[in-house]
Structures are given as structure tokens and as C-alpha cells.
């Protein structure tokens, strides 16, 4: 999908719908706006639902004060056009008020971004915005100071965040990313582990942002295998983004054909509106020509070549998952018994070995070790089949989740040794 194609009201329309649905606003909370090319600023109205949008309730404001439309503009027009007066080169303006961001502009807190190389590069540095009256000219200026000093995102205390940016969808993008890592944090201190900060020498040395080159080919043919495999994998790449088991661009899954290849998911391509055309076919250490594969490309071969019983893997970055990633916590399946028995004996790999260490990465995992967390990055699972990695990625965010919810209520107590034995035993699970 060309979303800067799309004319500015649609893309109003399309994002508000996504933050509403994924629980990041309320009915009348939030506000978006776009500067087109002529000058002209579309912001969603006032006072209207935000979850039923049309095209025909996005309001126009031209350079000189004239508003076209059947409702008012957003009583935060002010602040969105101040923030496009001193910075040209800011496109899209996105406010809201998601409930984990909330409960840091609560504290008067900012989320600490340099957990996660991603959430680094997308995030940046934050700025803050002191609580004044919403539609104030007061709020505007507070928030102006901030994107005049260069901040692309301000957090306001009491209040939310606003972001900035080139384009809407790279303004939903940090947006979605801040808001997960205000999650992130909030679960992490449940587990009461000491969270681990990246230093800016870890991540340039980690190879986190290597993009591997390799040689092209043209495919000649799909056969009927890799369309079914290529429309499976996007209906389960749309589930799992509905899930939030990964960000709008983030989060990668692959899958073996029976011919030795492999499909893989491209690249920066939006999860939410990927169709099987965008998939790449990765054939003899070549990719398919015109398309850029995911950066762990290089890992996903090599394991595909170690592990002949594996025929799939998902990287993802499940938010609770995440929260064990980035604290020392352990992660111990011994749940319940359909936990251990997906998910075995998981293992975690110290932060950049997936970049510098791949074939002792794909040596680590074996029948009794198909989960990897890779700290402070991400989390893989293998799997025999496509949906079988998926319901073990389920089965480890469900079991994450539980975790930390029971450390709330007392102290979480393991099914024991002799449990664990007697599940093998009926499971035939044996090392």
C-alpha cells in the first residue's frame, strides 16, 4: 500500500481507526492533522465519535483561517499549526492519550527508549511539555517549545503525548512504539528484575542496523505450495500485529518450501496491510529480485540449513515477552503443563549475539530449546509448521502475561521437578 498516495482525510480516517482500535484513544480523545503540499491543514473534528470517522467529518483549514467542513476543527488546531509554522520540515501532527503513556505523564515520568534497538531508532529523544489547559495558548506554546528545541515527540504531564513527523504513518509508528515501551517498562517492574538500558556503544557495535546484501534472482514460476504458504503467512502476520505481538514494521516470520527455499517477510512493510505479493522468496542464498527481506534473513537461513525438522520461525517482540528481554528475570515455562510442553526449556542470548554469533544462535536451539529471548532485541520460536511457531509465540506471551499478573497476587510457584518428569513421560518428551 502507497499510503502517500492516499489523500489526506483517508489517511486521518485510517489511522484514527487503528489507534481507536487498538485501545490507544477514546471516543472523543485525540486529535490528527496533516500539512499538504499547498499549505492547507486536514485535522479530524471536534466533539465527534472517533471510532465511526468519515472522510466528509475531516475538517480543512487553508493558510488563511478559512475552515471548510460540516463540523469545528479540533480544539487543539492551534498547537498543530504552530508546531507546522516553526517546523517545515513536520508533516503530520498526532495527539492522544493511550493509557500507558498516561500513566507515565501521571508520574511525570518519560519512558526510557533505549531499551530495544528499534524502539532507539524510532523514538529518539523525548521532550516535555508542563501541563497547562487543553486548547490554551498556554499548551500551545509549552509544546511549541518543544519541537522548536528538535524534539519530534513531547510528553505533557497530566495530560498525554504529541508527535511529529515527515509523514502520518511514521507518526503512528513512533506513536505505536512509545506507547508499547510505556507498557514494556510497567509490566517489567512487576517481574522485579532490574531493567537493562542500552548504551548508545552497545547498540553501534551490536550490528542491530546491518542490513545483509545478497545476490538477486527472477523467480520463473510460483509454485501452488509457496501461494498457499505466502496467503497463510500474511493471515497469520495480520493476526499476529491485531494481537500486538509486534509494531507496524517490526516482527518477522519465515517458513521452509518443500525445494529448500524459504519465504520471508520483507522489510519495513506496514504488518497491518501486507498481502502475499510483498512476502520474499529467499532461493540458494539469493532473494527475490525488487524486494528487501528482513534483516535476521541471515539467521533464519542458517537454522533452516542446521535443522531439517524445523520448517518455520516468527521473531517477534510480544510485550510481555519483552518485559523478561529487557530485565534480568528469568522466564520459566513450568506453568502450566501446555507451556512447558510447547515451549520446553527456553533459553536467553546476551543482547547483539544475533547479530555477531548466527550459527551458535541457530546451534542453541534444539527439540527441548524452540524459544530463544534474544535480550533487549526480540523473541524467536521455531516450529514445524508455520502455525505451530505461532501458537508457540502465543503460548509464551499468554504464559509471560500470567506470570506477571501473578506476581501481583503472591509469589509464583512452579510445577515442580517430579511434575515436569511425569509430563515428559506422557508426552514423550525426553531429551
Partial sequence: MRFDYMHPADQLIMIMERIYKHGMTTTSGGNLSIMDDQGDIWITPSGIDKGSLTRQDIMQVKPDGTVIGIHTPSVELPFH????KIRPDIKAVLHAHPPALVAFSLARKVPEVYLTPASANICGNIGIAGYEVPGSAALGDRIAEQFEAGHDIAMMWNHGVVIGSGSLFEAFKKFETLETLAKLQIDAKRLNGNIRVLTQQLLETSGSNHMPLLETFVPKSISSEEKAARREMVQLIKRAYS??????????FSQRLSDGSFIITPYRIDRAYIEPEDIVRI??????DGKTPSRSVLLHKTIYDLHKEINSLILAHPPYIMAFAITDAEFDSRTIPESYIMLRKAKKIPFGKSYS????????????CPMLIFENDSVMVSGTSLINAFDRLEVAEFSAHSIIAANGIGDVVPINDEEVKDIEVAFHLED
Avoid: M, P, V, W
Fill in 81 to 84: 499549526a504552530h508546531i507546522y
Fill in 243 to 252: 494481537q500486538k505481538l509486534f509494531g507496524a514494521t517490526q516482527g518477522t
Fill in 283 to 288: 532461493q540458494n542464498g539469493r532473494c527475490e
Fill in 357 to 368: 554469533s548466527i550459527l551458535d544462535i541457530a546451534n542453541t536451539f534444539s527439540e527441548s
